[in-house]
């Protein structure tokens, strides 16, 4: 893994920083939700708009990439997040809700470009190597578990009123990304395959390796991203567990997203990515039974814990298998469908998070994913066995 080109290491640098904004956004989008919202039920609406951006921005952030490169853009995208940044500071100031919402929406046009890190990693490395650059560019996830809710608590008080220092701290970290950014190398396109005809979307989307691939990430955004969403809201709200409760549970989740990405190469090697998406799955089943059991802080640290580590073998995996999908010249209108579907789908799930919790429960929010992971479960046996028979 330390034998990695610098781009990778830049990249997973920069990673940090940037989800230093999704985990900040999480951990604090219901709360400030909750004191700014007309209703309850619309206290989760700025973390879901978070995921809205996110897939609103996939396909427009992919095309400027094609045109400018992913240099340019990732450097563009720093500042354009200063500026959200202070329009998210006027919303607190004014206490608008919606302009809040609005400013968390035009966040997603950030994550939208943060996701497209694993993919100019992969693209600096060799085939045999696609596992391992999106293992360590996700560790900078371990940084942002830390980083993002301590910014969020240290700079609570700073100003007169709550949270306008946070945002002022975290505008820092783009700083620090965009210095990072100055000395990523843009990647050099081979032309191996440019005589080939492009394909259309039709004919890659029937292709078995990508549902698998697609299917994997999906499921694994979709559940966590549910789940992770309504934790706050069913801990500080309806359980009145402290902040410093919820931030310590939240953390341990991020912690066990990204802590994995150090041991996936070798449990590539041991298990193969089928194996591992599989693991994924049943990882979320054990992480459901042990939350359903109680309301206990250890069954809600335990389970997020497992909730982490089951969508770390399932992202991993999708995203490792995806390029064996598409040509070189195929590699936008692929990424960025992959990722509108993934995250559109993500953001229905936490749009709703908020509803679920606060009129069905915390049980019903746990049951309700139940049928998907059946699915997705067979899925992925069902490839196990087609590779096994080749």
């Not at 989008?29 to 978070?50: D, K, N, R």
């Not at 902040?243 to 449990?267: C, D, Y």
Request: glycine share 6%; hydrophobic share 55%; aromatic share 14%.
């Amino acid at each position: 893994m330390f034998a990695l080109p610098r781009n990778v290491w830049i990249l997973t640098a920069s990673l940090s920083l940037f989800m230093s904004l999704s985990v900040f956004v999480i951990f604090l989008g219901g709360i400030i939700g909750q004191s700014l919202a007309p209703v309850e039920s619309l206290s989760t609406l700025p973390v879901a708009m978070i995921v809205v951006g996110t897939a609103s921005g996939i396909i427009p952030i992919n095309r400027v990439m094609s045109i400018i490169g992913r240099r340019r853009t990732f450097l563009g995208v720093c500042v354009y997040t200063l500026v959200i940044i202070s329009l998210a500071i006027t919303a607190l100031i004014i206490e608008s809700f919606y302009l809040f919402c609005m400013a968390t929406f035009l966040f997603g046009i950030t994550t939208a470009t943060m996701n497209q890190f694993r993919f100019a990693a992969i693209e600096s490395v060799s085939e045999n190597l696609r596992a391992t650059a999106t293992s360590a560019v996700l560790i900078g996830g371990l940084v942002s578990a830390f980083l993002g809710p301590e910014l969020a608590t240290l700079g609570k008080d700073i100003f007169d009123t709550s949270f306008v220092g946070s945002f002022v701290l975290l505008s820092g970290c783009f700083l620090l990304a965009f210095a990072f950014l100055w000395f990523y190398q843009q990647t050099m396109v081979t032309n191996e395959t440019q005589d080939i005809p492009a394909r259309g979307l039709s004919v890659i989307i029937k292709q078995p390796v990508f549902i698998i691939a697609m299917s994997s990430a999906a499921v694994g955004y979709i559940v966590m991203s549910y789940i992770m969403t309504a934790t706050p809201m069913s801990m500080h709200i309806i359980d009145n567990f402290s902040l410093e409760h919820t931030k310590f549970v939240i953390q341990s989740h991020v912690i066990a997203m990204f802590l994995p990405s150090l041991f996936t190469p070798f449990i590539v090697k041991l298990l193969g990515l089928s194996k591992m998406m599989i693991a994924g799955v049943l990882l979320y089943f054990v992480c459901i039974a042990i939350a359903y059991m109680g309301h206990a802080l250890d069954n809600y640290w335990i389970s997020l814990i497992l909730l982490g580590l089951g969508w770390n073998f399932l992202f991993i995996g999708g995203t490792s298998l995806l390029p064996s999908t598409y040509h070189e010249h195929e590699k936008f209108k692929v990424q960025s469908l992959n990722d509108f579907l993934i995250f559109s789908l993500q953001a229905i799930a936490s749009l709703s998070a908020g509803l679920f919790v606060f009129n069905f429960g915390w049980e019903v929010v746990l049951l309700s994913v139940l049928p998907l992971l059946i699915l997705q479960f067979i899925t992925l046996t069902w490839w196990l066995t087609i590779r096994s028979k080749n």
